[in-house]
């Protein structure tokens, strides 16, 4: 394996709800947009100064893109690995650079919330073998539908209670990010 030195590493909110397509080949690939903005507290003045924002654009491929169909979303905080090319591009009208990232990994950002993990059941590669046991995937109509008991009962531990708790609405939750983040 090749030895890459474009890899980074980014912290940001996705920007754009993830479009979802497939290749020619009949891979899946998401894309999406993240910003990461940067800044700092100044104690003299007591607030805080804005140093900008940085786009990046974000595609990822194959299981990563399926996951990530069924996890991200608009205004999600997430973590992002993968290797970065920076491009020019020029239109009719405009010219300009893009940062573009290839998304080795993609995790939401448990410093801004809390987040469920849900493992897929793979295809069996070789029937010849024995196969784990799989769960059988099941429809989820809410977040609660694949949230364990133990992430309840930490959550509740922390005074914290999963988005369809107490009455609230999950999408409502979701939109202004007021409850954690599930995957």
């Known amino acids: 394996m090749a030895m890459r030195n474009d ?31 940067t800044g700092y507290w100044n104690r003299a ?8 924002t940085s786009w990046y654009a974000v595609s990822a491929f194959r299981a990563l893109a399926e ?37 080795e990994a ?7 919330g809390t987040s469920a993990f849900v493992r897929r059941a793979r295809p069996a590669a070789n029937t010849d073998r024995p196969q784990p046991e799989e769960v059988a995937p099941q429809e989820v109509d809410s ?23 107490g009455g609230v609405d999950a999408d409502a939750a979701r939109s202004d990010h007021s409850e954690p983040a599930m995957a």
């Open 106 to 112: 993609i995790g939401h950002d448990l410093n801004q």
């Open 7 to 37: 890899v980074v590493t980014i912290t940001g909110n996705i920007g754009s709800e993830p479009t979802y397509n497939t290749t020619r080949n009949g891979d899946a690939v998401v894309n999406f947009r993240v910003g990461s903005s």
């Open 67 to 103: 996951h990530a169909r069924a996890s991200l979303h608009r205004g999600d905080p997430v973590v992002v690995t993968g290797a970065l090319k920076i491009r020019e591009w020029e239109n009719d009208t405009r010219k300009g650079i893009s940062a573009d990232i290839v998304a």
């Open 143 to 165: 977040h609660a539908d694949v949230v364990s008991d133990e992430h309840l009962a930490a959550w509740g531990e922390h005074g914290l209670h999963a988005p369809d708790a």
């Open 45 to 52: 003045t007591g607030a805080w100064v804005d140093e900008g």
